[in-house]
């Protein structure tokens, strides 16, 4: 029979202090953040807004979204049940709607989607100030938002 060598792993120093730099940078870049009372999306609000619409959005009977535009309600359209290409739009109100009620808000207080002049789309809940930046989510689902931005059709 033969005898099998165990070896033992050991992390040298040098990648056991380096971890533990990297950990406690991350961390004290955490606190400072929170601790300035800089909002998250300071950044955000710091570019010049150049398209904007106050949405409200309601589920109908059978699936399907209506999309409301508060201040043109002749703009306002209606999202499919079942139509793949809405599913991120509908997963991104839904959230946001979620949300609202969790810290109880109304349903009749508009979410306000602006395009931005850096290039970003902003997605802001107008009840709680939770705002998305849907660009994060990559070109595709921030471009079927980028639709409802669209100047109407004659």
Known sequence: MESIA??????TPPP?????FL???TLIAVAVLRWS?????AAATQA????????????LPGGAVEIIDV????RSQRLAPGVQSDGFLRATIRALARERKRQGGDD????????????????????????VDLEAFG??????????LAPAKP
């Open 23 to 25: 950990l406690a940078a």
């Open 48 to 59: 010049a807004v150049i398209a904007q619409r106050d949405l409200r959005f309601t589920d």
């Open 71 to 74: 201040r043109d309600p002749e």
């Open 108 to 131: 009749e207080t508009p979410f306000r989607l602006s395009a931005l002049a850096d290039g970003r789309l902003v997605l802001e809940d107008l009840a709680t100030g939770h705002e």
């Open 139 to 148: 070109p595709t689902n921030a471009g079927r938002f980028a639709q409802l």
């Open 37 to 41: 009372h800089v909002p998250a999306t």
């Open 16 to 20: 056991i202090v380096g971890a533990a």
């Open 6 to 11: 165990t070896h033992s792993t050991r992390l």
